[in-house]
């Protein structure tokens, strides 16, 4: 008789961070913002690139106390 193998789960060592939803709303409200026109960085002059507009939104949800990875130093 043949024997059935048992499955096995994978091991939880994640290589990329997670993120709770909070922070997701926050990035998405700071996309919105990019796309609009309306988004400034800290030094007053407007966001052009969206991977900076992803950063100010992570970093608005670490003031906020959203479930967000430390950042890289």
């Known amino acids: 008789?043949?024997?059935?193998?048992?499955?096995?789960k994978k091991s939880s060592n994640k290589s990329t961070?997670?993120?709770g939803p909070a922070a997701?709303?926050?990035?998405e409200i700071e996309?919105?913002?990019f796309k609009q026109g309306k988004l400034?960085?800290?030094?007053g002059q407007t966001?052009?690139?969206?991977k900076q507009a992803i950063a100010i939104?992570?970093?608005?949800a670490r003031k906020?106390?959203?479930k967000v990875p430390k950042q890289k130093a």
């Open 1 to 8: 008789m043949a024997t059935k193998k048992k499955a096995t």
């Open 17 to 19: 961070p997670t993120y």
């Open 24 to 27: 997701g709303k926050q990035v």
């Open 31 to 33: 996309m919105r913002e």
């Open 40 to 43: 400034k960085s800290g030094s």
């Open 47 to 50: 966001v052009t690139n969206p």
């Open 57 to 60: 939104g992570l970093s608005e």
């Open 64 to 66: 906020k106390g959203a």
